[in-house]
């Protein structure tokens, strides 16, 4: 089993930014992808970006290219999900999750999932 848990989220103006961490514990987590996620009020779960845990790969949806930058600090278990440039449109609640295999960025295709983090952008 892993165990995810995020912590950061916050209410912020737009154009403020805000780093998410996710960091993980339970049985070792050495391979595999680890992906943030997001849901808004009444819509469904979207990706949002993911790292292998090995660092060799990153993805991001079109919507935060250039704004977000996910990381991983393997001393530390954690994965981090930087935010700038906040908008309005990135209001959710956000989620960390753990698949084994790598490459994954559907949300089908975890494993684990932590309990999120709400952010909240304002005007």
């Known amino acids: 089993q892993v165990q995810l848990v995020e912590s950061g989220g916050g209410t912020v103006q737009a154009g403020d930014s805000l780093t998410l961490s996710c960091t993980t514990s339970?049985?070792?987590?050495?391979?595999?992808?680890i992906g943030w996620f997001r849901q808004a009020p009444g819509q469904e779960r979207e990706f949002v970006a993911a790292i292998n845990w090995g660092g060799d790969s990153t993805y991001y949806t079109d919507s935060v290219k250039g704004r977000f930058t996910v990381s991983r600090d393997i001393a530390q278990n954690a994965v981090y999900l930087r935010m700038n440039s906040l908008e309005l449109e990135d209001t959710a609640v956000y989620y960390c999750?753990?698949?084994?295999?790598?490459?994954?960025?559907?949300?089908?295709?975890?494993?684990?999932w932590g309990q999120g983090t709400q952010v909240t952008v304002s005007s």
């Open positions: 999750a753990a698949s084994t295999r790598r490459n994954r960025i559907v949300a089908a295709e975890y494993d684990y």
């Open positions: 339970g049985d070792t987590f050495s391979s595999g992808t």
